[in-house]
Every structure is written in structure tokens, then in C-alpha cells.
């Protein structure tokens, strides 16, 4: 098992280019997420899902959109990269239909960092 | 709305000294999760632990150690004879009984463990 991985690792954007990351997970999750960590700050969350198909945003999901066609991608969406953009982000997965826990717990991708010139 | 906060920032201890590393969290649901994930330097993050807010039990993992306490809505975590490898950045999240599961974090305490 992969887990959780994220595509690109790094990247640098000019402002008001657009760009897309990847998410993928091979734990057949349910759940998946993305959030954002700036400099001495917890994680925030973006937007997230709770199926294929479904989408709904978190916490800070202006600027962002996000695409979940397939169980196991979770795709983010920058459509016009802005300075305020650059930070880390990841994405994490979680619940398995059936599971005896009612909130399961979240695992992370390894992140991207991304710069916004 | 649920609220996680870490007061402290960052602490320094020299190795196998025991450290102790607060969490204090916010909601008006009786149903919740606690979590504690560490950021090693290299970025990732590393899940640690997940309590139900019905189990106040204490909690121990060789020498990382965990204190439940609902009265306080303390969730703390102890590390006990610190290691140089312990440095990173730790997590306090909490999360709602509720469809989606998201995670709410602090905002980390850096440790930094000297030799």
C-alpha cells in the first residue's frame, strides 16, 4: 500500500497562472481531504469529500476548487494563483464503509509545497 | 463552532528530560475525537493517537503517555525521557461525530530536544 501521495512535490506559480494537484489513495477511504499549513499555523481545511462525487468546502476554501470523479482522487483545483496561495498542502483520507468507528482516523499525504510569485 | 488550542509554541528540554505538551479544546458536543499527530522535520504528519471523548482512560505507548481529563477539556501528552529524534512539531486536532469526520487543529508546539 501507497497510502496517501501527492502530486507534484514542489512547485512554483506565477501570479494569476492556474494549476492542479493530485491526491490518490489506495486504502479505499471514503473520505478525503485538503488543507492548507502556513508558517506557525495548524492545518486548515479546504475543502473536502465523503464520496465519489460529492464535494463540500471547509474552513478557507476561497481561491480553491476541487473534482472528486474517482474514489481514490482527490484533485485541487488553483484557478488564478495569488501570493496569499503559498503555503503546503495536503491532502489526507479516511473511513471505510463498514467500519466500527464512527470517525476514523486521517491519514496524510507527504504534502506540496507551493510558491506563489 | 470547535476550537483547538496548544498555548504553547515552542519548548526546549536537553535529551531524557520528560516534557509534557498541552492541548486544550472547545465544543459544545458531547460526542468528539482527540487526536495527536507529530511533524518530524522532514514534513510529513505522523499519526499518533485518536481517544473517543466517552474513554478518559489514561493512555501509555512506550514512553509516550496521554491525559484525558473532561473537566479541564485537557487532552495533554507526555514524552518521557526525551530523545533528540522527538523534535518536531506536534498536533492537537478534534474532530465531531458527524458526516465527513473533519479535523479541527491547534496550532502545534515546536519541541526541540538538545543532546
Known amino acids: 500500500n501507497a497510502g496517501v501521495t501527492q502530486t507534484p512535490k514542489f512547485r512554483v506559480l506565477k501570479t494569476g497562472q492556474s494549476m492542479t494537484l493530485l491526491c490518490a489513495q489506495d486504502?479505499?477511504?471514503?473520505?478525503m481531504y485538503w488543507y492548507r499549513q502556513d508558517p506557525g499555523m495548524g492545518l486548515r481545511l479546504i475543502h473536502y469529500s465523503v464520496g465519489e462525487g460529492t464535494t463540500a468546502k471547509g474552513e478557507v476554501p476561497d481561491g480553491y476548487n476541487v473534482s472528486r470523479l474517482k474514489k481514490q482522487n482527490f484533485l485541487l483545483g488553483l484557478e488564478s494563483a495569488a501570493p496569499s496561495q503559498t503555503s503546503v498542502y495536503f491532502c489526507?483520507?479516511?473511513?471505510?464503509?463498514?467500519?466500527?468507528?464512527?470517525?476514523?482516523?486521517?491519514?496524510f499525504g507527504p504534502g506540496t509545497r507551493l510558491t506563489v510569485l | 463552532a470547535q476550537k483547538v488550542t496548544q498555548a504553547q509554541t515552542e519548548i526546549s528540554v536537553v535529551e531524557k528530560e520528560d516534557v509534557t505538551l498541552d492541548c486544550v479544546y472547545e465544543t459544545r458536543d458531547t460526542t468528539y475525537y482527540l487526536f495527536w499527530y507529530k511533524q518530524p522535520p522532514s514534513g510529513e504528519l505522523v499519526f499518533l493517537i485518536r481517544?473517543?471523548?466517552?474513554?478518559?482512560q489514561n493512555e501509555i505507548s512506550g514512553r509516550y503517555s496521554w491525559n484525558f481529563q473532561k473537566s479541564t477539556s485537557s487532552f495533554n501528552f507526555t514524552i518521557t525521557a526525551s530523545q533528540v529524534v522527538d523534535s518536531a512539531v506536534y498536533f492537537c486536532a478534534l474532530s465531531l461525530n458527524n458526516a465527513g469526520n473533519m479535523l479541527t487543529f491547534g496550532g502545534g508546539t515546536r519541541l526541540m530536544v538538545k543532546p
Open positions: 486504502m479505499n477511504h471514503e473520505y
Open positions: 481517544r473517543n471523548s466517552f474513554d478518559e
Open positions: 489526507a483520507s479516511s473511513y471505510i464503509r463498514g467500519s466500527v468507528y464512527s470517525t476514523d482516523t486521517q491519514y
